[in-house]
């Protein structure tokens, strides 16, 4: 049969007639191949085009768009209708580029969603001032994983409270806009991509393994930074650090979070042979600093008995709040390993939202301990006088998710003793959260996996992704592990942004170079774009090696030797 249908055949012959790959447009039918951007202004996706339940999809607006950072492009919005009348559409955005180099990127979102992912912008610490992917001929597309965000912005999770909603935004909302994505594509080029990539951070970290766990045929490759991968034990410690923050007087100011920071950085900057305002030595800090008997400029930074409300040292119920942030914590009643425990924020060297000076200051404040102490009922959110960005996850998380009671006090469901919760967490333990043993299928397809985790990230924890490897290595063995993955740590780099080494990476071109070549990565170098230290690279070191200062200009990843840390602490080369 010709790929044109005569235009008086109904949409629902079309697709009858012409299957997973069919165009209806109202009341005709349309070319599936190589149609131009206006024309996709009037294609409808039925039902049967979506591998998961939907009402179909339909495009809202498509338009050319040119410009210095992406290339001349066609704009695809629309949305994906649900089964459940009451649940939020999925809003998403496809961009085709003039000039095609016949591969795409699903592009994940971050926090709950709630605001489109466009795909015309690059990730941190992808390279900012780069032609974006879509300049480069991308195809880029995302969503706002079905459902739009409130008061909270991304930390609304108010539609949790609806099935369909929560499903989407769990990880079926990929698929689906996958799903249109790819006929899209068709429509425009008249074939498929031949490789097809995820690109994710902190949520959308766990949407790219998710996409590849679940659907490990669809792509070939995943970008994966920062991931919130097991989210359920994270918003259990969430729970845990927002309780112990609530307390009067255990909430830390600005004035003292500086204070711990400079005495980590005091005790262990340079632990790595080099005093350069970054603790790169850190499982060598976390086994000697103890911030009860540290000092800071030559004072003490724990207070005498009877100091208080004073901005000179910590309280005891201060020091108990960093402590908390800092230790696992066992979780016996969810069952499963990836469930059972969650290792704790790296918290001696993190800028929790320091007084800094920096330009990333006041998003790094945003993204950690926020300016408001948690409370009942929680402040709201209204940047940068929040409350900590744990404390909203975990209260619209149990408010929505968990008990569905959008009046329940969030102070008083005990994480570690849910009780009549328990059955809940576990059932949200299994849809949310990223099995690390379904990895295998994707390593059985060929597919490539890059991940990257700041050691300082104050808000989602580079040990949880450590543990992520661990798990991996365990189910699959050391060999297929290595075949499927690398994961880098960067010190002094912190959830997207840092005011001591924000980080560029140009990660794209080496996992292509290893999915579609099969070239494995090499040494990697990262670039410094913060303040005076702009410029300034160092290694990019696999984990467990960091990279240990060996003499020369501190500017240079030349200067830097990655290493192990043996059994009696002394740095070995690896």
Partial sequence: MSRRIARHISPALCAALLGASSFCAGSQAVAAAEMSCEELASVVIAT?????????????????????????????????????????????????????????????????????????????????????????????????????????????????????????????????????????????????????????????????????????????GALVFYPAWNLTAQ???????????????????????????????EACDGLDGLKDGIISNQARCDKTFDPA????????????????????????????????????????????????????????????????????????????????????????????????????????????AVTRDPSFNSLTLDPEEPREWQSRIIELRLLQDVDPTKLAAFEQHGGKILIAHGVHDGTVSNRATQDLVTQVTESLGETRTRNLLRYYEIPGYGHAFSTSFNAEWNALPVLMAWAEQGQAPGPQVIQDIVGPSAGRTRPLCEYPTWPKYTGGDANRASSFTCVEVSDDDGAVAR
């Avoid at 909270?152 to 999770?157: K, P």
């Avoid at 255990?250 to 950085?265: E, G, N, V």
């Avoid at 016996?332 to 924020?345: E, K, Q, W």
Wanted: net charge negative; glycine share 10%.
């Fill in 235 to 265: 918003n259990l410690h969430r729970g845990v650090i927002t309780q112990q923050m609530a307390k009067p007087g255990a909430y830390p100011s600005k004035a003292k979070r500086t204070l711990l920071y400079d005495a980590a950085i």
């Fill in 293 to 400: 008997s540290a000092t800071v400029n030559g004072k003490r930074l724990r207070c005498s008995p009877g100091e208080t409300n004073i901005d000179s040292c910590l309280t005891e119920d201060e020091l108990d709040s960093f402590m908390t942030m800092n230790d696992p914590i066992q979780f016996t009643y969810t069952r499963c390993d990836n469930g059972s425990s969650y290792p704790g924020l790296t918290t001696w060297g993190t800028d929790f939202g320091r007084t800094s000076g920096s330009q990333f200051e006041e998003l790094v404040t945003m993204l950690t301990l926020g300016m408001v102490a948690p409370a009942y009922p929680m402040p709201p959110v209204q940047d940068p006088m929040s409350p900590p960005h744990a404390a909203t996850f975990w209260d619209e998380w149990v408010r929505y």
């Fill in 48 to 220: 049967n085009q979506i591998s998961l339940p939907t009402s179909g999809a339909s495009i809202t607006s498509a338009e050319t768009v040119d410009s210095p950072m992406t290339g001349e492009y066609c704009q695809v919005q629309g949305e994906i209708k649900p089964v459940d009348i009451t649940a939020p559409a999925i809003k998403f955005q496809v961009n085709l580029p003039q000039e095609w180099n016949d591969r795409s990127i699903l592009f994940g979102g971050s926090g709950m969603n709630g605001v489109l992912a466009t795909g015309t912008t690059p990730l941190p610490p992808m390279p900012l001032m780069n032609r974006w992917p879509v300049a480069e001929g991308f195809v880029t597309y995302g969503s706002d994983s079905g459902h739009q965000a409130g008061p909270a912005l991304s930390r609304d999770g108010s539609f949790m409270a609806n099935d369909e909603a929560l499903r989407n935004y769990s990880g079926d909302a990929l698929k689906k806009t996958h799903d249109v994505a790819m006929q899209l594509v068709d429509a425009r080029y008249g074939k498929a991509p031949i490789a097809r990539y995820v690109i994710g951070g902190s949520t959308g970290g766990r949407e790219a393994l998710i996409a590849v766990s679940r659907w490990p045929a669809e792509f070939q």
